[in-house]
């Protein structure tokens, strides 16, 4: 089955057996005594996850739950686990932990910040797990030296984290190392900062970081926003398997929200090992994907190949205005320094403002075709609807959790880049793709 079809899939069984399955109910005034209804709801999602079986769905009231350390699930070694769920779903009957209809449960960890310990606010072991419409803010760092926090650590398998939002803390918003065969579906990390550890400057707390061990496949982040995290946006350094992006947003990473330089500011950081003489890689070099994606103001690279020792597949993306649009730069195959990038299949992407459109790239042990950078198209601010509304970046997800609509770097119903691209098996209106990831319908 393919990662398409089967993440398909796992969306609709998630709600393939709701009418058999019980229902419970979590608030912030509610009691771990009480029997979960609506009427006379649970306190805690721990309590309730005691409770729930395969199948079932544990509703989370609106209004702010705030976490204190005596709400810590589990201590071990260097971690605090706040919120640890550990029990499985079934194939066809996961457990559900969802907003409730269109109410906002908020989880502010700022008042946990454990001596000598990371904070994981939750700690996601369990499989066929479907998390939707959570905000987690204040997730607090401790430590000084290297170390990082994380609001969501994923690590269970067929999961679905959908419509979270994790901001206004000092923690990375997900975390996947071992996790496999998980979709995340429209999530926002945005306004994440850790002023405390090593040199204060953030370093380790990207938007969104998937870093998967051997035989953890299938990951696919659909739909997610990163901004203003003061590392990078979205980052799979050490990744023992492919990951894959696809329609998501990464925009002003590297900063604070009043523009002061902190960390890396990568917008999407896609692949490496570190720049050692002999980092640890697996045997197959995974080939990460990147279709779709918008990378807008990020403080370094838009897309960064990030000495990765192999090429990736680069497709529709549109890079405007960040430090260098794309940077292909690899480490060579022995891992002894590094070269311009190799092996890299760049089609239909965009790069326009900025003064550099793509650097450390080796064009003839590349694939490009019909990208802004490598055709004769004189791209100019006529072929764009809008240029100079940002704020559109930052606006109202849809009801159903995608992506806002928006004029910003659409081309102009004359663009040159109209029917400009090459067919690289993506949906696209009229004669041929558009090149960047905007489509316009025909």
């Known amino acids: ?10 969306i609709l069984l998630s709600v393939s057996s709701w009418s058999s399955a019980a229902e419970y109910f979590v608030a912030p005034d509610g009691l771990d005594s009480s029997p979960g209804t609506k009427e006379a709801p649970f306190a805690s999602i721990q309590h309730a996850e005691t409770i729930a079986e395969p199948g079932d769905t544990v509703y989370l009231r609106g209004g702010t739950y705030r976490m204190q350390e005596a709400d810590i699930a589990r201590k071990w070694r260097i971690w605090a686990y706040v919120i640890h769920l550990r029990k499985s779903g079934q194939e066809g009957q996961p457990i559900r932990y ?31 797990l479907h998390l939707r ?26 999961n679905v984290f959908e419509q979270l939002s994790m901001h206004d803390g000092h923690a990375i918003g997900i975390y996947a190392v071992r996790g496999s065969d998980c979709l995340y579906l429209n999530c926002d990390a945005y306004n994440n900062h850790d002023p405390v550890s090593q040199d204060g400057r953030g370093g380790n707390v990207d938007g969104f970081g998937c870093h998967p061990e051997r035989g ?17 946006g979205f980052d799979c350094i050490s990744a023992s398997e492919a990951v894959r992006f696809e329609n998501c947003w990464a925009f002003w990473n590297g900063y604070s929200p009043e523009f002061e330089a902190r960390a890396d500011g990568n917008g999407f950081k896609a692949g490496g090992y570190g720049i050692s003489p002999n980092p640890k890689a697996p045997p197959e070099i995974p080939r990460h994907v990147i279709q779709n994606c918008v990378a807008v103001g990020n403080k370094n690279s838009g897309f ?22 794309f940077n292909m730069l690899n480490r060579s195959t022995d891992f002894q320094r590094d070269v311009p990038g190799f092996g890299h299949v760049l089609k239909n992407n ?8 793509i650097v450390n790239v080796n064009l003839s042990e590349c694939t490009l075709e019909a990208n802004t ?21 930052t606006g109202a997800r849809q009801p159903d959790g995608s992506l806002p609509e928006m004029t910003l770097l659409k081309p102009s119903p004359q663009s040159k880049l109209i029917d400009a691209g090459v067919d690289v098996g993506l949906p696209y209106s009229g004669k041929a793709p ?3 990831a905007f489509e316009v319908p025909q």
């Open 133 to 158: 419409g959570i905000e987690v803010v204040g997730v607090q760092v401790t430590l000084s030296g290297h170390t990082q926090s994380i609001c969501f650590a994923s690590e269970g398998k067929h």
């Open 373 to 393: 950078f490598d055709n004769e198209i004189e791209v100019t601010n006529e072929d764009f609807v809008e240029l100079q509304d940002n704020q559109q970046l």
């Open 350 to 357: 965009l790069a326009y403002g900025g003064r550099r459109a």
């Open 98 to 128: 969802f907003a409730y209809e269109n109410e906002r449960p908020v989880f502010d960890f700022s008042d946990v910040k454990p001596e000598g310990h990371r904070v994981h606010a939750f700690q996601v072991e369990g499989s066929w």
């Open 304 to 325: 960064y190949a990030n000495h990765h020792p192999g090429g990736c597949d680069w497709l529709n993306n549109t890079a405007y205005r960040n430090g260098a649009n």
């Open 1 to 10: 089955m393919t990662t398409a079809r089967w993440l398909s899939l796992t």
């Open 216 to 232: 953890a496949k299938n990951n696919v982040f659909r739909g997610c926003r990163a901004w203003f995290n003061s590392d990078d």
């Open 434 to 436: 558009d090149i960047g």
